[in-house]
């Protein structure tokens, strides 16, 4: 309908299907449409599945506001539902920043908790040792340096 009238109807049930369509047959002004809509409807507890769709679909603008309310919000963020379900180069991505607005020692709780959900999606048991296999590069980005003696002895 879009194509004929420039008249567009996104939900947020239909919004990422929609922008997959308008990439996969470069219809730019949808695009923009449904960025626009993500935009107005980013909140910490949905920025971390908005930043793998935005990674995913190679929209930086998007990605870049993501990261921005990530930084902002980084507890609320990282206790949301989306936080486990993200990708490795995503929570690399994030773990890079030094703008996060939470202690190492709640990141580095909230990495242990994406490594456990890891292990379960590739039914690997959820031992120390697998958890350090599916965090890989990622551990080396927690900044134990950061952390008091106590925090560091905690975890």
Request: charged fraction near 25%; glycine fraction near 4%; aromatic fraction near 8%.
């Amino acid at each position: 309908r879009f194509l004929y009238s420039d008249e567009v109807q996104i939900g947020p049930e239909t919004v990422m299907t929609t922008l997959y369509t308008a990439k996969k047959y470069a219809v730019p002004a949808l695009e923009a449409h449904c960025v626009d809509f993500l935009t107005k409807h980013l909140r910490a507890d949905n920025a971390f599945m908005l930043l793998t769709q935005a990674r995913l679909f190679d929209e930086p603008q998007l990605a870049s506001l993501c990261l921005d309310t990530i930084d902002k919000s980084t507890m609320d963020a990282i206790s949301a539902e989306g936080f486990t379900d993200i990708d490795i180069d995503t929570l690399c991505a994030v773990l890079e920043r030094d703008t996060l607005s939470i202690r190492e020692s709640r990141l580095f709780g909230a990495v242990v908790r994406w490594a456990e959900a890891e292990c379960q999606r590739q039914q690997l048991p959820v031992t120390f040792e697998n958890k350090q296999k599916v965090l890989g590069r990622a551990l080396s980005l927690i900044r134990f340096p950061l952390m008091t003696i106590e925090e560091f002895a905690a975890g």
